[in-house]
């Protein structure tokens, strides 16, 4: 059974970081394009990140360029999403989903999800 399982959500001020884990269970990671989701109370899921299988496209919302990096350890079936100096304004529930192939897709072509971790940003 294919699963994803996203971990590193947190409590943190403003100006702190969080590494979020994503790890693919039951496939190997290296054919899948893995991208980052997140979503406010209130508001729409966004894409926030995403990398290709051969780490060759790496994409950001505009909000979190300079700020976030996502990167693959294929070895480990992990993908991490670097997060820096974070912003009241960044706090959602993160998602990680998956599809496979070389390239960073539409949100609804994703065909694996997460169940989320929560990161809030707060003082």
């Known amino acids: 059974q294919l699963q994803l399982v996203e971990s590193g959500g947190g409590l943190v001020q403003p100006g702190g970081s969080l590494r979020l884990s994503c790890v693919v269970l039951?496939?190997?990671?290296?054919?899948?394009?893995i991208g980052w989701f997140r979503q406010a109370p209130g508001k729409e899921r966004e894409g926030v990140s995403c990398?290709?299988?051969?780490?060759?496209?790496?994409n950001y919302t505009d909000s979190v360029k300079g700020r976030f990096t996502i990167s693959r350890d294929n070895a480990k079936n992990t993908v991490y999403l670097q997060m820096n100096s974070l912003k009241p304004e960044d706090t959602a529930v993160y998602y990680c989903?998956?599809?496979?192939?070389?390239?960073?897709?539409?949100?609804?072509?994703?065909?694996?999800w997460g169940q989320g971790t929560q990161v809030t940003v707060s003082s």
């Open positions: 989903a998956a599809l496979y192939g070389d390239s960073c897709p539409e949100e609804y072509e994703y065909a694996y």
């Open positions: 039951g496939f190997t990671l290296d054919f899948y394009a």
């Open positions: 990398i290709s299988s051969s780490s060759g496209v790496r």
